[in-house]
Structures are given as C-alpha cells and as structure tokens.
C-alpha cells in the first residue's frame, strides 16, 4: 500500500504538535508566573528545534532519492542508465518504478534503431551505384564505396568533408545547391568531371529533418549503356547501308534491262552478271548476321569435338586459293604442329576463313600471306595469320573487332565483304575460350594471332 508524501509531512507535523503540547503540560504543573513563561519558552524552543532536525533529515532523504531519479533520467539518454533503486511505497517509488519500465521501453527502441541503421548502412555501403548525402552546407553527411571510387577516393570520405574537395564539377554542385534549398527532386545525365570521362544518371532528392536540411543524391553509371546505344544506332545505319548498295545496283541494273537492254546483246549478259554478285553479297550479308546473331544468342553451342589445327588451316587454305591467285598474293605455310583443340570444325574453319579472305584482299600485288601454329606454355596453342599488307593504324586497332567497323571505306567497299567478318571471329574464338589479338604497323602489314586450349 502506497503513502503519500503529503501524509508523512502531515504524520510529522502533528507528532511535533503532539510533543510540543506534552512539554508545555509537563512545563506548567504546579509553576505560576514568570518561572510558567520560562519554561514555555524552553518547550517552544525544544520543539522548533526538533521539527528542524526533522526537516532536515526529511530533507535529505528526499534529496537523495531525487538525485538518483536525476542521474537515472539522464542515463537514459547516454545510455548508460542502470535499474532505478528500490524506493518507499510512495509518489517517487511510484515515478521510479515508472522510469524502470520506460527504460526497458527505450532500451528496445534503442536496439531498434540501431538494427535499421545497421542495414541501412550495409545496404547502401554495398549498393553499385554511388550515394552522397550532404547537408544545406554541402558537406558531406555520407558517402559509400562505391561514389568514393567513382572519383578516385581511397577508403570512405569522412563526414563533414566539403563536396568540392570530393567532386569538382560545377553541375553536379549546383544540382545539389538547387535540391537543398528548393526541396524538390531533380534528374539529369552527367559526364562529370574527375571520374575518368564516365556518364552518369544523377537522381538528387531532399533531405529534411528537424533541425536541418541536405540532399542526397544517387550515381548510376550509364557508359556502357551508351556505348551499347551507340553500337546499336552504328549497327542499323551500317547494316541500312550495307542493303541499301547492293539493292540500289540491281535495281537500276533491273530496270535498265527492263527499259530495252534486254534486246542489247553487247550489254544485257553483263548486267545480269552484275546484278548476280549483288544478289550473292545481300545472301553473304544476310548469313554473317544470322551467324553472329547465332554467336551472341547465348545459346549453349554444339558439343565440341577434337580437331586438328593443321587440318582445318589446309580447309580454310583451299577456300581462299582462288582469291588470292586473282589477286597474285602467295600463301605459305611456316611452322606448323600437327595439335589438337576443341571446338566445332565448321565455326573454326569458318573463322580461319576470315582472316585469312581479309589478309588476302587487303594485301598488296605481289604480296605474302603466311601461317604458324605451335605450342605454347600451359597447354595453349596459337595460331598466327601475317601478310605484308596494307597494316592498320593503330587508333584503329581497339575496334576493329566491331559490327560493320570498317578502316579504309573506300577500299573495304572496292574489295567486297560484309564487314561483319572480324566480329564473328571474335565471337567464335572466345565460344571456344580462346582469344583473339592483332599487332599491326601502317603499310608493313598485319599479324592476327588466335590462341585456343590445346585438347
């Protein structure tokens, strides 16, 4: 059963009451006059003083169980708040017993709290794209891994870190400067400047809260999808161009003939023969793409068997015989082993094919073209195709492997082709797990070198 307070001062007070009239009686039995006024006196005195030491004592207890309340208020707060001590059944037992049960309370908030914020953290430490948040100062409130590595940061920048000392593009500032001081959202492409050329999609959003307010704002790195955008808008302007050549020729060629060549004899046969090779090149074109649309498919390929590198160099050999004798270039053979790789014989012959065709038409009159195949360490084989051609510049170098990339248009266009020929050699040597390189000098000529695991 609780006491109030209020009843132990009041308990306390009628017992000084109680002890000031036992005085006064015992004081007055059987005086009269001043000695009676004396020891009344005495009685007052006695009892003022007791009712002071009781105040005092009173006093200090409750001083005391108010102080430890105090400190355990503020524990709560720091967290280190230890369980209230066991008080009297009254109000402030009653508030300390009301303190242990909010701190319980508050100690599962806390570890909540915490929790989230664990994975809030980890998830956006771990995000690909780069997050930064910043406060209306524009200092930096957090930053993940991945945003400090976009700009050649070591290690997470610390908090209170000025952006510009992060981020020196002007854009990207005052895209930051506009979210935090109108609160509204904002999106935009990028290349900004010190994170290597890189293009990125940035999505800034607010941040209010109660006593401040930021932004934040999210880096997707989009450099490859424009590259890829980029590729595929050169992919349909090269292939429109490609159909468009031969189409335009045996159209006109057709109508020629339709409009009275047909009766000229000196004319008609030569145009019919025109419009054939135009004809044979749309059917090349069309079957480079659905070989390299087959490549790309992702689909799991045929299962590979052993083949012998020599003999299906003397397969691609016999093909280009012919082309390289109208054109007077010598095929030779250099050292080659008798090894074995796996793979599919028609892919792989097709893609000696390629490069040895491309070696033959972009040579010279009078020029070599000449094949190696040996072992190297770690059971890999490489197989090199060289001519005394033309060459290729060495800007040219790290594309020429693309769709329709062509060196010299003019002379690509003269010799024939689809311009898809190095792309599938590509696509073909890496389905076998091989690799493809090129080492060329300008009017010197080119070396292609395929190196494929040795079955």
Known sequence: MRRSL????????????????????????????????????????????????????????????IV???????????????IPPAGSPDELGALAESLGRVAAQ????????????????????????????????????????AFATAFGVQGPAPAGLPVLRLVRDPDFLEMLRVVSASGESMKRRMHLTGADGRSFEVQAAPLAGASSSGAMAILHDITDLERLERVRKDFVAN??????????????????????????????????????????????????????????????????????????????MRT?????????????WGTVEDLQVMGNKIKLEQAFVNLLDNAVKFNRGDGE??????????????????????????????????????????????????????????????QMQGTVSVESQLNKGSRFTVVLPEA
């Open 369 to 430: 073209v000449w094949v190696e195949a040996a072992r190297l360490p770690g059971a890999k084989v490489a197989v090199s195709i060289a001519d005394s051609g033309i060459g290729i510049p060495s800007e040219d170098l790290p594309r020429i492997f693309e769709r329709f990339y062509r060196v010299d248009k003019a002379r690509s266009r003269e010799v024939g082709g689809t311009g898809l020929g190095l792309s599938i050699v590509k696509h073909v040597i890496e």
């Open 320 to 332: 280009v015989e012919s082309e390289a004798a109208m054109r007077k270039v010598r095929l030779g």
């Open 106 to 145: 508050v100690d599962d908030l806390v570890d909540k709290v915490r929790l989230e914020g664990a994975r809030r953290d980890a998830i956006l430490t771990g995000m690909v794209e780069g997050v930064l948040a910043v406060d209306k100062e524009l200092r930096v409130t957090f930053c993940n891994a």
């Open 239 to 316: 292939v429109s161009h490609e159909l468009r050549t031969p189409l335009t020729a045996i159209r006109g060629y057709a109508e020629t003939l339709l409009d009275g060549a047909l009766d000229d004899p000196g004319n008609r046969r030569r145009f019919v023969e025109i419009i054939q090779s135009h004809a044979i090149r749309l059917n090349n074109i069309a079957a480079d793409l659905l070989t390299l649309s087959e490549l790309e498919s992702g689909r799991p390929p045929s299962a590979p068997g052993k083949l012998s590198v020599l003999a299906t160099l003397e397969a691609a």
């Open 68 to 82: 430890r309340l105090k400190i355990f208020a503020e524990g709560l707060v720091t967290g280190r708040a230890q």
């Open 6 to 65: 209020f009843l132990k001062l009041l308990w306390g007070v009628l017992l000084l009451a109680a002890i000031e009239l036992g005085l006064l009686n015992l004081s007055i039995m059987g005086v009269a006059g001043p000695e009676l006024r004396s020891r009344m006196a005495l009685a007052t005195v006695a009892t003022a003083l007791a009712g002071a030491g009781f105040a005092f004592l009173f006093s200090r207890r409750l001083r005391q169980r």
